[in-house]
């Protein structure tokens, strides 16, 4: 089955960076969408970062300058580049993927990122 598994969450002070990779696993083709998608406490989960198979990408302005979102097919990996963070990019982050447009969305379990003032 697909299987997303988060890594690269923990804390750093604003300013620093970090860097977030989602292994996937468990279907044979690409993906025909993966993204990054952030819950703080108390909110509603927000997208960060949408990739489609057919090379579209999108943002949320809320990080754009500061993130990057790239894909290495070969290794069916989905990072997520965070620089220059600040504490408002608190929150649990999470992988998530469909593979066509009409399938379920699988999630990945979450890493927490808190970023110290």
């Known amino acids: 089955q697909v299987r997303l598994v988060e890594s690269g969450g923990g804390s750093v002070p604003a300013g620093g960076s970090l860097r977030l990779s989602c292994a996937a696993s468990g279907f044979t083709s690409s993906a025909y969408y993966m993204g990054w998608f952030r819950q703080s406490p108390g909110k509603e989960r927000e997208a960060v970062a949408h990739l489609y198979a057919d090379g579209t990408t999108s943002i949320a302005d809320s990080v754009k300058g500061r993130f990057t979102a790239s894909l290495d097919g070969a290794k069916n990996t989905l990072y997520l580049q965070m620089n220059t963070l600040k504490p408002e990019d608190t929150a649990v982050y999470y992988c998530?993927?469909?593979?066509?447009?009409?399938?379920?969305?699988?999630w990945g379990q979450g890493t927490q990122v808190t970023v110290s003032s």
């Open positions: 998530a993927a469909k593979l066509s447009r009409y399938s379920d969305i699988y």
